[in-house]
């Protein structure tokens, strides 16, 4: 069978070789994917020439958006505009997006400053202004970049501290002191964010079937989720080489994490420091916990590099290394796509495409959603990845001027096909809110391994045939799409899709205005948390108080609030006085109405028949 990818990398021309590709979509299109020996479906299926006839009768409410319609006039859109980056298998089809001529010509302009401003941050311009930092992470897979020898020095040395420290591992030369496997056989990595999502999504897509050393996480201060994986690790945590990720040391859920998994090898009789790892800004308190306890090796962490933007450094390169992925790949494939994406022309630039295809869909203020859609299992978390990625760069409420914007890009979607099973009914033909982005991946299985499930067709023709249906539906009913072809799942084309969406949210930031670089709303929520915190304990001391009385006093919301000198917070008070009930940790006598008005709260032994005599 010819290699679809041939029909991308054609030397002569964009024209790829007609026959094997119409015959595959067309013939896939056509039966609407009818599975043998089931019932025909009632309506007749879908096919190309009927999805143009719908689509002509599609009225466009955005006469902006008129989208082309005509097959051939869409076929030259197509190569006119497709994007390829031959060393890396990636393409770019930004032909079903239907910006026109026009904003091209305005977008050029626009870009021109977002390009010089790109080449500044690159040159270590104070790139992220509301904190006074540089933005590096470009420098992290080409350290030549670096502003400064110091900062070349110390990616290089960490890089190759990473390598030697996972060869040891992974060899046995470190090893764990108790265990009866003679060497570590599991990670577990304990972080949250940009701490936890880049790791995550590097192992769904790249992890080994069997990995020298399987990863899971705990991202979360949820004691039933981290009891779940101490659980599942079993007598395996004496082999367990625990991770901890924190570029700034102190987040609350990394830290309770932390100290979960240090009494989980307490009650195990094990010693932490041995097993444990710290990848965190240098002297932060995560960083020094780790020194003073004499943990087995710490990596550094750089205010340069946001946590967003980290899985090029330790948080995302020592999780990979110990699982026997390539990461000098992923870091190759990543420059790669960082030197396509310098270049200042519009067209030839697949971030800036993407940029602007972002724009055009989304009116540059976010107007509709961004739906990923990689239809490939392995990439099931790009989407969740890209979540934070875009939506904490570009979620801000003040652009560059200080005026208020309230910008952003929503990010959601799963994997294809499966997602068609569960919301695109709505996307081909409900609320017209979104335009999506298709991920491709041309090899569906190593050579030699795949087989015809029916005659001439295999099970991953099923699912290209689902996404260019998908495809093909959605834009038949005006809905815009964007589609990435990678050749397959490799950790160069992993590290090229993830520099990729790095230079288009940074492009894009430029393009309309923003700091992409920090995060201030994410502050007020820590904020807020700590006053819930804080109020729980002055509930604990109320009520300690009128436990000590002899017969105990239980009180009532009212009268907790007052004696917390906070009568506004009631409703809080008493969240957190039912929390605290659901755990056994305060009582809770209800009056006969079951209102929580009437609620009366103690600590001990009360006689709860007298509370409403
Ligand atoms: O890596 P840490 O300092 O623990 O931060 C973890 C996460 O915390 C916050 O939510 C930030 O907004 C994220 O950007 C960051 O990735």
């Known amino acids: 069978m010819a290699s679809l990818s041939g029909l991308y990398s054609s030397s002569s021309s964009l024209k790829p070789a007609k026959t094997h590709f119409v015959k595959a979509l067309t013939a896939a299109t056509r039966d ?37 319609k005509d097959p051939d006039a869409l076929w030259n859109r197509y190569l006119d505009w497709l994007y390829q980056q031959k060393d890396l298998g990636l393409y770019l089809d930004v032909s079903r997006v239907g910006f026109t001529d026009e904003f091209v010509v305005d977008m050029e302009q626009r870009f021109k400053a977002a390009f010089k401003a790109m080449d500044d941050l690159e040159k270590g311009s104070i790139a992220n202004p509301d904190e006074g930092r540089m933005v590096g992470h470009y ?34 030369k470190i090893k764990p002191p108790s265990s009866p496997a003679g060497r570590f056989t599991q990670i577990l ?48 945590l004496a082999s367990t080489l625990v991770i901890v990720i924190s570029k700034s040391g102190g987040t609350p859920e990394t830290r309770n994490g932390l100290l979960e998994v240090q009494k989980a090898f307490r009650d195990a009789g094990l010693n932490f420091a ?31 590099v946001g946590g967003r933007t980290s899985v090029m450094s ?78 904490e760069s570009l979620g801000k409420e003040f652009d560059l001027d200080g005026n208020t914007v309230n910008q952003g890009l929503t990010v959601y979607g799963n994997k294809g096909s499966t997602d068609q099973h569960a919301y695109i009914q709505q996307l081909r033909e409900g609320v017209h809110n979104f ?51 990678i050749e397959e799942v490799t950790p160069r084309s992993v590290g090229a899709l993830i520099a990729l969406y790095e230079r288009a949210v940074g492009l894009y930031a430029f393009i309309v205005n923003i700091n992409a670089y920090h995060q201030p709303g994410v502050e007020a929520g820590k904020k807020a948390a700590a006053e819930v915190l804080a109020l729980q304990k002055r509930v604990l001391s109320v009520l300690n108080e009128a436990s000590c009385k002899d017969p105990v006093e239980p009180l009532t919301l009212d009268e907790i609030a007052d004696r917390c000198h906070c009568p506004e917070e009631i409703e809080m008070i008493y969240k957190i006085i039912a929390h605290m009930s659901a755990n056994d940790r305060v009582l809770i006598a209800e009056g006969s109405c079951g209102s929580p008005r009437s609620v009366k709260v103690y600590l001990g032994e009360c006689n709860v028949d007298d509370l409403y005599a």
């Open 139 to 172: 420098w992290l897979r080409n350290s030549n970049l670096a502003p400064k020898p110091t900062l070349k020095t110390l990616i290089e040395n960490t890089l190759d501290s990473i390598c030697g420290f996972a060869d040891d591992i992974i060899s046995g």
């Open 189 to 236: 990595s304990v972080g949250i964010g940009g701490s936890a999502l880049g790791p995550q999504f590097v192992a769904e897509a790249l992890a080994p079937d069997n990995p020298p050393l399987k990863i899971r996480f705990i991202d979360n201060t949820d004691p039933a989720g981290i009891d779940h994986q101490i659980a599942q690790l079993g007598s395996e």
């Open 314 to 391: 330790a948080v995302g390169l020592l999780p990979a290394a110990l699982q026997g992925i390539d990461i000098r790949e992923m870091l190759a494939g990543a420059a790669i796509m960082d030197e396509a994406t310098r270049t200042t022309s519009l067209k030839n630039n697949p971030a800036a495409l993407l940029a602007m295809c972002w724009y055009w869909a989304s009116d540059g203020v976010g107007s509709k959603d961004m739906v990923i859609l990689p239809y490939k299992d392995s990439l099931l978390l790009f989407s969740r990845y890209l979540q934070q990625l875009v939506m």
């Open 32 to 68: 609407s994917f009818s599975f043998p020996h089931t019932s025909k479906p009632s309506h007749p299926p879908l096919t190309l020439s009927a999805s143009r006839s719908v689509a002509r009768d599609i009225s466009h409410a955005d006469a902006k958006k008129e989208l082309i």
């Open 435 to 485: 335009f999506a982005t298709f991920i491709e991946v041309q090899r569906d299985r190593p050579p030699g391994h795949d087989w015809d499930l029916e005659p001439g067709v295999t099970c991953g023709d099923y699912l290209f045939g689902m996404l260019q249906g998908t495809r093909s539906a959605l834009y038949a009913n005006g809905r815009e799409s964007i589609s990435v072809t």
């Open 274 to 304: 041995k097993q444990g790892v710290a990848i965190t800004q240098e002297n932060s308190l995560l960083d020094n916990t780790a020194r003073i306890e004499g943990w087995l090796a710490r990596f550094p962490m750089y205010d340069w």
